[in-house]
């Protein structure tokens, strides 16, 4: 065989190899997926009040709280969510926060004081850490395509309880 003829064999091997592996590595006429429903959430960590529990003073000087009674700080779900609690809870344990839970109690007599600046009043607020999330329910088909199920807003505290101190004008 002549050498031009066994140039022209391998370029056409080569082009052959070449379109196979592009064929080898195009994406299937109808792709597939697995079906399932998936909680996707959001959060920004906040200090959750029990709703109870606030010392106001000043101006200047000290303030001091301390806890008489036990209060509970419980999880909250948007009005007419498409998630229990529970699928709200472990998404967040999953997602954001190892130490996110349902309820949390208040320690009661758990004492605090802070300097308050002279010019200013001082407030302190006793409650949980926590976080203000946002949740996405989708269901994903097997055929890729993606349906919102609901979608909404919560707060979900953590298992950190304490004192929360700012500063006001009056």
Partial sequence: ???????????????????ALCAVG??????SCAS?????VSGKYVFLWD???WWHDGPGG??????QQTRTISSTISYGADITMSDLISSVKASISGSATNSVATTLGHTYTHAIPSNAYGNL??????YNVTWKKEYRHSNCTITVLGQGTGTV???????YYYSTSS
């Fill in 36 to 40: 399932d429903v998936v909680v996707a």
């Fill in 62 to 67: 000290t303030i001091t709280g301390q806890v």
């Fill in 157 to 163: 505290p953590t298992v950190a309880t304490g004192w």
């Fill in 51 to 53: 709703g109870v529990t």
């Fill in 1 to 19: 065989m002549s050498r031009a003829k066994r140039l022209g064999a391998i370029a056409a091997s080569a082009l052959v190899s070449a379109t």
């Fill in 26 to 31: 195009a994406a299937p006429a109808s792709a």
């Fill in 125 to 130: 607020k006793y409650g949980a850490w926590g």
